[in-house]
């Protein structure tokens, strides 16, 4: 009974997901679902990656968040576009949610669209929202148990972020064995090691973002 309720919501979410991937693609805009557990540091990746970019490229944000609006008012410092989706407790963002957002943005203006989704490592993964692709971060704090226990993001993903490479030191994080267990989960995952308090990493990342939209770096 319950799979079958689930299987519904998903088909209904696809369908939805599906129509908001058409109209970002007609209007070539390349959208990536950022996920990652809370205090993983995807807010502050998102300010590293807005100042890097917004001079190139027009980015838009979309920011899920259970109740608040904190790390929308840290982007709206950015001077990007960003609106803000409160799940008021719901645990992931999902395609009508996308829909409906999109409606507040310029989409004739936007080359790159990243979407902060609910921190979280279950269900974000399990629901499109029309994005090109998923993008996860795993900071080193979390502890490098995590690839195996979530498996689901990190296939899902087509870059992990290991943020928090700083601290690495500070930590029993093994690292080798971190990223392992990553590329055996998913053989050619990219994946970055970086640091926003250290300037590490970010360069990779947003070139690689770059790649994907056929910017020239
Ligand atoms: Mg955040
Ligand atoms: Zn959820």
Redesign the pocket.
């Known amino acids: 009974m319950e799979v079958k309720v689930m299987k519904n919501i998903l088909g209904e979410n696809d369908k939805i997901a599906e129509e908001n991937r058409k109209l970002f693609r007609e209007k070539n805009i390349f959208v990536v679902n950022l996920m990652g557990s809370p205090g993983s540091g995807?807010?502050s990746l998102l300010e590293k990656t807005l100042s890097a970019l917004s001079e190139k490229i027009n980015v838009a944000v979309i920011e899920g968040?259970l109740f608040t609006a904190k790390?929308a008012e840290r982007i709206e410092r950015q001077n990007v576009s960003v609106v803000q989706i409160n799940t008021a407790g719901g645990c992931h963002l999902d395609a009508p949610m996308i829909s409906r957002a999109a409606e507040s943005l310029d989409l004739d203006k936007i080359d790159l669209l990243i979407v902060?989704n609910v921190?979280n490592l279950v269900c974000p993964a399990e629901f499109d929202v029309g994005e090109n692709v998923k993008a996860v971060v795993l900071s080193i704090t979390e502890g490098d148990d995590k690839p195996l226990k979530y498996p689901l993001i990190f296939k899902e993903s087509a870059v992990t972020l290991l943020n928090k490479i700083d601290l690495l030191e500070f930590t029993n994080f093994n690292l080798e064995s971190a990223r392992e267990d990553l590329t055996t989960l998913h053989p050619g995952l990219k994946i970055i090691e970086t640091s926003c308090t250290k300037n590490l990493g970010l360069e990779d990342w947003t070139n690689w973002l770059l790649e994907q939209i056929n910017f020239p770096a």
């Open positions: 995807k807010t968040d790390d902060e921190g």
